[in-house]
């Protein structure tokens, strides 16, 4: 598919992938993807208290896990995004990619892309539009490419 443009719109919760085929083309659903997990309070995504560990004249003391939970989803979700990104680049299913999403999710997403896909990233704006309606988007999007 030439000329086609990616457009992910997302935070560590929600996604939507739309897809631009060109001038006047306007944009395309092609993928909505929600992550609830992240949403979660930390406290919930961990199925149990911490575990005690028993040492030999210590006592014993709680072991925390290494990773805060919610920072943990947010990588998952981040990681599956890539994925869909990777695998729509190897299957020439667009040619160039902008990407919309808050700061610390942003730099999630593109830790995860491989580089070939982060090659095709035109233009990046770290924001949170996951509310926004398809108009509005579009405004926002004015920039870069023409709906």
Not at 9 to 19: E, P, T
Not at 68 to 82: G, I, M, T, V, W
Not at 100 to 109: E, Q, S, V
Request: net charge positive.
């Amino acid at each position: 598919m030439a000329n086609t443009t990616w457009i992910l719109v997302a935070n560590a919760s929600q996604a939507k992938i739309y897809a631009n085929a060109g001038p006047k083309k306007g944009l395309k659903l092609v993928k909505a993807l929600t992550h609830p997990e992240s949403r979660q309070k930390g406290s919930d995504l961990v199925s149990d208290r911490p575990g005690q560990m028993h040492s030999p004249g210590n006592g014993h003391r709680a072991s925390q896990p290494k990773t805060d939970p919610k920072s943990n989803e947010a990588s998952n979700f981040a990681q599956e995004l890539a994925r869909e990104f990777n695998h729509g680049r190897s299957t020439q299913q667009f040619d160039r990619a902008i990407l919309i999403a808050p700061p610390a999710f942003m730099g999630l997403i593109k830790d995860k892309l491989d580089g070939q896909t982060a090659g095709l990233v035109s233009d990046r704006f770290e924001k949170d539009y996951t509310k926004a309606t398809d108009k509005e988007l579009a405004g926002h999007l004015e920039s870069c490419i023409f709906l």
